[in-house]
T-cell receptor, first 114, second 116 residues
Framework: DTAVSQTPKYLVTQMGNDKSIKCEQNLGHDTMYWYKQDSKKFLKIMFSYNNKELIINETVPNRFSPKSPDKAHLNLHINSLELGDSAVYFC?????????????FGPGTRLTVT | AQSVTQLDSHVSVSEGTPVLLRCNYSSSYSPSLFWYVQHPNKGLQLLLKYTSAATLVKGINGFEAEFKKSETSFHLTKPSAHMSDAAEYFCVVSDNRGSTLGRLYFGRGTQLTVWP
């Protein structure tokens, strides 16, 4: 049983295209996150949803739009892809009222924009 | 504001020798601290966590870390390195209060190389 899963694992696309990455967790957590990991391995939070409500929205281009249809899913849609969007995107989940808020990560989606 | 500094970007050890990965943190509140490991082309796996109970925390795969408030440090150690320990290690601090409750702040990572 995979706790946090992401699809696809690899995504290669051209500049200007629109793409989506899906994330699902079966841990019963109420909070989900999207992170971007750049080529130097630095992890930066992008978004967080708690019970389907957006609670963290970092300074990312508005071409990125998260959607949470329910507590177990958090998808990331990216419009008009640019070369700089190439990175590994990680989904994570946690129980917001738990302590100490450890997060469980998915395997990542490697996005390559050509 | 919360922040994490991993003092070494790369650490190399021989198999069977001790591992020390250094981490200093800055936190406005009593922090929660974590170490995560990332093997090549994999996601992040939680190694261990500090909550405010025991200052010496034991994790998986023989790793442990000691929370030292006076030094604002949370160094990761292992008595004897194994080839399978070669990976990227992230020290992480979490907000426990305030408007950013639950947010994680990652260090830049330490790449551990283990030589045979």
């Amino acid at each position: 049983d995979t706790a946090v899963s992401q699809t696809p694992k690899y995504l290669v696309t051209q500049m200007g295209n629109d793409k989506s990455i899906k994330c699902e967790q079966n841990l019963g957590h109420d909070t989900m996150y999207w992170y971007k990991q750049d080529s130097k391995k630095f992890l930066k939070i992008m978004f967080s949803y708690n019970n389907k409500e957006l609670i963290i929205n970092e300074t990312v281009p508005n071409r990125f739009s998260p959607k949470s249809p329910d507590k177990a899913h958090l998808n990331l849609h990216i419009n008009s892809l640019e070369l700089g969007d190439s990175a590994v995107y990680f989904c994570a989940s946690s129980q917001f009222n738990g302590s100490p808020h450890e997060q469980y990560f998915g395997p990542g989606t490697r996005l390559t924009v050509t | 504001a919360q922040s994490v500094t991993q003092l070494d970007s790369h650490v190399s050890v021989s198999e069977g020798t001790p591992v020390l990965l250094r981490c200093n943190y800055s936190s406005s509140y009593s922090p929660s601290l974590f170490w995560y490991v990332q093997h090549p082309n994999k996601g992040l796996q939680l190694l261990l966590k500090y909550t405010s109970a025991a200052t010496l925390v034991k994790g998986i795969n023989g790793f442990e870390a000691e929370f030292k408030k006076s030094e604002t440090s949370f160094h990761l150690t292992k008595p004897s390195a194994h080839m399978s320990d070669a990976a990227e290690y992230f020290c992480v601090v979490s907000d426990n209060r305030g408007s950013t409750l639950g947010r994680l702040y990652f260090g830049r990572g330490t790449q551990l190389t283990v030589w045979p």
